[in-house]
């Protein structure tokens, strides 16, 4: 970055607060004052009609006051956001943007805003249009979901472009339609996530797009800008076909119109990952906490995360790998607590999840283990007569499913506005797709059913609850050799003087438990999932009722003769043969395929059960005449 780190300047700010802001932001500290909102009057009540929003935080009123007061003084210096997941980055970024436009003359495209994953900019599109319709401000979305033709003939008229990075690359290469001369803001949306990753190499390629850099005036050599073209003879070298495009189609662009807006709540403060962006007069915004780093408030290097105090997270230890799906269903309450080997079982049921007014998140580090642990808990939800749906969201789903869940959890939302007494559950099962950014208001808890590795992924998804104020919870569940990372990894978030506490739970697994359920509905999953290979079933639909009686009902049949025989030793404490057949069942779901290596099926009886179960699909859904 050309203007140095040094030059960094850092605002801090209040979170929650609705309070006015102060007159001027250059102390590096800033202070309510009860000054009078600067929002255009016209933008606050677009913001209460459509939104139900009546006063916006005062972190959104901080980041407003600055870039309009330094817009209007002819400055573009570039903002870094830093702040908890669901504490408003949205609105920060969109009302300037917004209220900066409002007088515009002439419909030229302003701003464009890239987001890491198409249901994020789905999420960010549907804010950003409900904001600009009353004021004809056309936002577009161009995400891939359809032809790159048909996104052509719209982006002409777009003054707001929402777009995935590798779409993105692909309209800046495919022709001359997308004009970038007049664009004033470039928004990077969960801005760490899409530094990390190439996208391929959109910053190499949008970055030139949008003109020549220019170092910054010296007035101690009384020197003016100096132009330094955005190619060289490394660029030649490495990627001929944008540096030429480039020196051809942008050559008379300036950067310097251009301010560039990051917003994250695990936000990079490493130059080296920042220097691409060639950021100027930085100006790094972050909650209040971080006082006692004086000496080093014009550096950013590092990384700090913040925790929302509407927060309460706890960690559940059990003693081995078998025992997490039965800890999973008593989270969720689906089964007791055994109050006998349970450790401060009043603490315990105090925070279990009793309640089924919310929707649950369970994440999962992997897609298949997504998918598997989803079908599991369909099967134990159907044979423990629990009503409700379980659903998956994961990045191999079609975009038409991934669309039918967020509906389902929308309708779940409403009707826990609307006081429904005793409102089905939502279990949504998901990957790391849904951990960053998305708005979810019903979600209250959110179960990390696999300990991520990260304490920025962990944020993300504990970001999904306790959203703008409101309270919410987060379960880990932990075997005992994972403890020791996951107090290290939640001690670098700041909590204001709050710990997590842990819970030793001590899960019974003989036969006479309720961890049976489990043992009987892994041999069921392991047929469904041999079905969806062989096109009886699809993963992306909801395990039919049919299926799961006959399933449910055979399982109660074999699963004790087969994984649980009359050995007396087998429910002791040193019964080795009964512990190894119980991580066998648990083992199973690794290898799930019901073939053999060669693809033929393993017995004849399991290839007339994936044909009936064809012909009751069909029945239930008859194909489409062609």
Not at 104 to 112: D, G, N, S, V
Request: aromatic residues 6%; glycine residues 6%.
């Amino acid at each position: 970055m050309k203007a140095g780190m040094s030059d960094v300047k850092r605002i801090l700010f209040d979170l929650g607060s609705s309070e006015g802001i102060p007159q001027n932001s250059g102390p590096s500290k800033l202070t309510p004052a009860g000054t009078k909102s600067i929002l255009d009057p016209r933008l606050r009540k677009v913001l209460s009609s459509q939104l139900g929003i009546q006063n916006v935080l005062h972190m959104q009123e901080v980041v407003l006051e600055y870039i309009l007061s330094t817009s209007s003084r002819s400055r573009t210096g570039d903002v870094v956001l830093c702040a908890p997941t669901g504490s408003g980055k949205t609105l920060a970024y969109a009302l300037p943007i917004i209220q900066d436009m409002l007088d515009r003359r002439m419909p030229r495209l302003r701003a464009i805003v890239v987001v890491p994953t198409r249901d994020l900019a789905n999420q960010v599109f549907t804010v950003l249009s409900t904001l600009t319709k009353p004021f004809g401000i056309f936002t577009l979305c161009t995400i891939g979901s359809s032809a790159i033709a048909e996104e052509a003939l719209a982006i002409p008229n777009a003054e707001i472009l929402i777009a995935t990075p590798g779409r993105l690359v692909d309209h800046i290469n495919n022709g001359d339609y997308l004009k970038l001369s007049d664009v004033k803001y470039l928004v990077l949306d969960e801005s760490d996530r899409l530094l990390e990753d190439s996208y391929q190499n959109w910053i190499d390629v949008l970055i030139p797009a949008l003109g020549r850099r220019t170092y910054a005036f010296d007035e101690s050599e009384n020197r003016c800008p100096v132009p330094r073209a955005s190619y060289g003879i490394l660029n030649l070298a490495i990627r001929p076909d944008i540096a030429m495009r480039t020196e051809s189609s942008f050559s008379g662009l300036s950067q310097a119109n251009v301010r560039k807006i990051l917003a994250s709540a695990t936000q990079t403060r490493n130059p080296m990952r920042l220097y691409k962006l060639d950021l100027r007069d930085v100006c790094f915004f972050e909650p209040r906490g971080f006082e006692a780093d004086e000496g080093n408030r014009d550096k950013i290097s590092g990384d700090r995360y913040t925790v929302p105090a509407t927060m309460t997270e706890r960690g559940w230890i059990i003693g081995s790998l078998v025992e997490k799906p039965t800890a999973l269903l008593q989270l969720l309450g689906w089964i007791p607590l055994d109050s006998d080997n349970t450790r401060g079982l009043k603490s315990v049921l105090e925070e279990r999840l009793v309640s089924q007014g919310g929707t649950k998140l369970v994440f999962t580090n992997s897609v298949d283990s997504a998918h598997r642990l989803c079908r599991l808990l369909e099967l134990c939800a159907f044979s423990l007569g629990r009503s409700g749906k379980v659903l998956e969201m994961s990045g191999t789903l079609s975009a038409k499913r991934r669309k039918f869940v967020l509906e389902a959890v929308k309708e779940k939302a409403l009707s826990i506005e609307g006081n429904s007494t005793n409102p089905p559950f939502v279990v949504v099962v998901c990957s790391d797709i849904l951990a960053r950014g998305m708005d979810i208001l019903s979600v209250d808890t959110v179960i990390n059913y696999d300990t991520p590795a990260h304490i920025s992924t962990y944020l993300h998804r504990a970001g999904r609850t306790a959203r703008a104020g409101r309270h919410g919870k987060v379960f880990t569940v932990l075997v005992s050799n994972q403890v020791r990372h996951f107090r290290s990894m939640v001690y670098e978030a700041e909590r204001d003087k709050r710990k997590v506490k842990t819970i030793d739970l001590k899960i019974r697994t003989d036969g006479d438990s309720d961890h049976s359920v489990i043992v009987r509905n892994l041999a069921s999953l392991r047929r469904v999932l041999s079905s969806e290979r062989y096109g009886a079933l699809q993963r992306d639909e909801s395990l039919p009722e049919f299926m799961m009686h006959s399933l449910c009902k055979r399982g109660v049949h074999e699963t004790r003769s087969k994984y649980e025989d009359d050995n007396p030793n087998h429910n002791s404490e040193d019964g080795k043969a009964g512990h190894k057949r119980r991580r066998t069942v648990i083992d199973d779901v690794q290898d799930v395929d019901g073939v053999d290596e060669d693809g033929d099926v393993r017995n004849a009886g399991f290839l007339h059960e994936i044909l009936y179960t064809q012909i009751g699909r069909n029945l239930l859904h008859p194909p489409s005449a062609s």
